[in-house]
C-alpha cells in the first residue's frame, strides 16, 4: 500500500486480520466478494533456475504445463515455502505482486480482464488491495495469459 500510496494510485484497502480466514476462498468470503475477482500470488522457479510470479483466482489451480509455455520455459515448479521470503521479502499467505525486493516477470490470469478491478494480498497475512489492470499496471508490469486448470 505504500507504493500505491507514494504514486497516488487510488486503491481500496481490506483487512481480515480479526478472523479465521486463512485460504484465498474463506478470505474473499470473509471480504464478501466474488471468488474469481479475489487473486492468490504465486512464486516458481523454473528448470532453469529463473523465478516467475503467476497471480491467478483464489478459487482456482496454476496450469504448471500452461503456465511454463507462457513464459517459454520448459517446466516450472512452485518454489518452496522457506524459499519465500528470502527471495521475495514476503511470507506465505502475504505475497503480493507488487513490491517484492526483486521483479520478475508476472503473469495475471486472462480471465482478470473480465472483472472491473482485482483484489490481491497487501502484502501482509490479514490485508488485502483492490485496484484495477489499469492502475496495476503503473506499479508493475504484467502480461495476461490463460494460466489456470
Do not use: W
Request: contains cysteine; glycine residues 6%.
Amino acid at each position: 500500500m505504500r507504493i500505491l500510496d507514494q504514486k497516488k494510485i487510488a486503491y481500496q484497502s481490506y483487512c481480515y486480520a480479526d478472523t479465521q480466514a486463512v485460504s484465498g476462498r474463506e478470505v474473499a468470503q470473509v471480504l464478501n466478494q466474488n471468488p474469481a475477482q479475489v487473486f492468490k500470488t504465486l512464486v516458481t522457479i523454473s528448470g532453469t533456475g529463473e523465478h516467475f510470479v503467476f497471480v491467478i483466482p483464489v478459487g482456482k489451480e496454476l496450469d504448471l504445463k500452461k503456465a511454463a509455455k507462457a513464459v517459454k520455459q520448459k517446466s516450472i515448479q512452485m518454489l518452496k515455502s522457506r524459499e519465500l521470503l528470502p527471495l521475495t521479502g514476503y511470507v506465505h499467505g502475504g505475497c503480493s505482486p507488487i513490491g517484492m525486493k526483486k521483479f520478475f516477470r508476472t503473469i495475471i490470469d486472462s480471465s482478470a480482464k473480465d472483472q472491473k478491478s482485482v483484489i490481491f494480498s497487501a502484502g501482509k497475512i490479514g490485508y488485502q488491495v483492490e485496484l484495477t489492470l489499469a492502475d496495476l499496471q503503473k506499479v508493475i508490469t504484467f502480461s495476461l495469459e490463460d494460466i489456470i486448470i
